[in-house]
């Protein structure tokens, strides 16, 4: 269950990022770093490895708390990650996609490791990945937020790249067991494991 949490934060975290970034413009530089960064770790051994360390993932295990706990502030948060959950389950039976993705983010990987995962080059491949790719499934994910900002093409890129990211993470949440079917039998069980790791 703890990897399974850890995942479902990492999933939260970045899509409060793209929340942040359509309103203001500005991500917070230290999570888009763990987010884009978990882009590039195909085969980490462990969540706690693609995400760099569970302590990065402390601002997702607290919307986490803040969602199991109805103390959410932001309504458009839980629909964003139930569009990205979704879309998950149509990328992966898309194998000619996911392989193409697989290979688009090898394609980036030595851009990446030479500038930095949150450099603008970096997000403008990433975002027209996206753009190429998932973007084309349905249900489309619908992101609001600030018409200045979202009429920009570089925070548009970027907004793409961190929902690659955030797709990232449902793959993960998947592949460690989880389902849809936790939000409703195991909130209590999902609250406690959280908590746990709040300290």
Do not use: C
């Amino acid at each position: 269950m703890h990897e399974r949490i850890l995942a479902l934060a990492g999933l939260l975290q970045a899509l409060k990022q793209v929340r942040r970034v359509a309103e203001t413009g500005q991500a917070e530089g230290s999570i888009l770093e763990t987010a884009l960064d978990s882009v590039f770790r195909i085969d980490a051994d462990s969540p706690e490895a693609v995400y760099g360390s569970a302590d990065a993932l402390r601002p997702g295990l607290r919307l986490l708390q803040e969602y199991f706990r109805n103390d959410n502030k932001d309504e458009a948060l839980p629909r964003l990650a139930l569009a990205v959950l979704q879309i998950e389950r149509r990328f992966v039976r898309d194998g000619a996609m996911a392989e193409r993705v697989h290979e688009g983010i090898l394609a980036a990987a030595p851009l990446a490791a030479r500038v930095g995962s949150t450099h603008p080059e970096v997000l403008t491949v990433l975002g027209q990945l996206y753009a190429d790719t998932i973007s084309h499934l349905r249900p489309k994910v619908m992101v609001q937020g600030n018409p200045h900002y979202l009429g920009q093409s570089d925070i548009v890129s970027e907004i793409r790249a961190v929902l690659l990211a955030a797709l990232r993470s449902a793959v993960l949440w998947r592949q460690m067991g989880g389902s849809l079917l936790d939000f409703l039998l195991r909130r209590r069980e999902m609250l406690a494991t959280i908590e746990r790791s709040l300290g």
